[in-house]
């Protein structure tokens, strides 16, 4: 059987990654694993914006330095 695969980068990282040593993760070898028995005909990767928290953006604005004045 032919399979598309569709992955939700957020919830992966935030899900199964993140606090983890784990950084590189090859998800066509993943995909192989879980479908043994199929053919990957493709992988799409998806991922949501993240918004900046207003700490974020505090310490970008604090750090940044206006040049040539």
């Known amino acids: 059987m032919r399979a598309n695969v569709y992955v939700d980068g ?4 935030y899900g199964a990654l993140k606090g ?3 950084k590189w993760l090859d998800i066509a070898a993943l ?3 879980l479908l043994p028995g199929d053919t990957i005909n493709r992988i799409r ?3 949501a914006r993240i ?3 207003r700490a974020i953006l505090t310490r970008a604005r604090d750090s940044s330095c206006i040049c040539g004045r």
């Open 20 to 22: 983890t040593p784990l």
């Open 31 to 33: 995909c192989r694993l």
């Open 10 to 13: 957020f919830n992966l990282y």
């Open 51 to 53: 918004q900046p928290t």
């Open 45 to 47: 990767y998806f991922t």
